[in-house]
């Protein structure tokens, strides 16, 4: 019986844990019960996709003493808008991979049928590069980890000018 009891409390205890892991920063940042949350949002310019335009806003969430600022993107969908809030500091390291990640495609010397070559961060979003052509790839976004949320883009672009426009609207909200 003790047996059971202890499984049960350490799958409880799990299922919890994994639950806390599969929040983004931005859930577990506004999901503090019990106290006044305030966000405020700052739009920025649409990002120009290959076939359809993201919306792009700085949010800025307050919490009593605490201030946290995320990048958003939005895409429009015809039941549900997929989104990523990416934290204000998961940014810098985005567009170093992304300057990494330019480099790498100037170079590259694959001859496979496929390519992809990308940068995900802990709460899903993704940039990157690929395709079946590595002269010419195509560069995408993926919004969130499950569901139809990749925008492609013919260069990277638009890509970062949005992460730049993004990182220079939160230095000016501070």
Do not use: C
């Not at 605490?66 to 204000?88: G, N, T, W």
């Not at 990494?100 to 390519?115: F, G, M, P, R, V």
Request: aromatic share 10%; charged share 30%.
């Amino acid at each position: 019986m003790k047996f059971i009891i202890i499984s049960m409390l350490t799958l409880t205890a799990l299922l919890f844990s994994e639950e806390e892991k599969s929040l983004t920063k931005m859930d577990r940042f506004i999901s503090n019960v019990g106290t006044i949350i305030k966000l405020e949002n700052f739009q920025l310019s649409d990002v120009e996709a290959y076939s359809e335009v993201i919306n792009a806003k700085v949010r800025r969430a307050t919490s009593q003493d605490e201030v946290a600022f995320f990048l958003m993107f939005i895409k429009e969908d015809k039941y549900s808008d997929k989104s990523a809030a990416i934290a204000e500091d998961d940014l810098q390291d985005i567009m170093d991979a992304l300057e990494n990640l330019i480099e790498k495609s100037k170079n590259e010397t694959s001859t496979a049928d496929y390519l992809e070559n990308k940068f995900t961060t802990e709460d899903g979003f993704q940039i990157g590069y690929g395709g079946s052509d590595p002269s010419s790839p195509l560069w995408f976004m993926t919004l969130e980890k499950y569901g139809k949320s990749t925008i492609l883009f013919k260069s990277h672009e638009p890509i970062k000018k949005a992460l730049q426009e993004g990182i220079d609207k939160i230095s000016s909200l501070k």
